[in-house]
């Protein structure tokens, strides 16, 4: 039986703008595959704006969002300041085989609580400026834009993704 395993983690900002998206095997080998995940998050964002909507929901998980097919489904975190955690699970696992375990709601809890530890620990640190990468900031000058750089944030999303299994509940 193959274990269910993250197949991309994407980071979007309160703008609905990319900040970081990581892919994770066997998906990083397609030339494609990082096109083909950006337009799966971006789709995801219709899904987040309606959860959003929904004022009877207080917790930050969302549980899942949307499922692709028989193999990829996404689930999502939204933080209190609108950062969007997107996590693509691949459900036949780095094997690319079918298994036997699913995915279920809080699995990915443990993942995402570590996504957003990192974020904090990225927003705390002096050189890096959150209102460089918003869409207003690149169009007034002001601003860097494009995805995120630290290398230790994407350290952290990379051990994230690859030590996750289901029903963790410590990443």
Known sequence: MTTPSIACIGIIGKHDNPLHIALFPPHTSAPSAHLEFSFLLNASLDIFDACARDRNRIDQDLGMLQAIDERLSIWGWETGTGTRFAVVVDAWGRGGNRGLRGVSDGDLRGA????????????QNPFYVPDEHTPMAVASGRGKGGEITSKRFIEEVERIGEIWKPGMSVV
Not at 115 to 120: I, N, P, R, S
């Open 112 to 123: 995402f609580k570590a996504l957003q530890t990192a974020y904090v620990r990225l927003l």
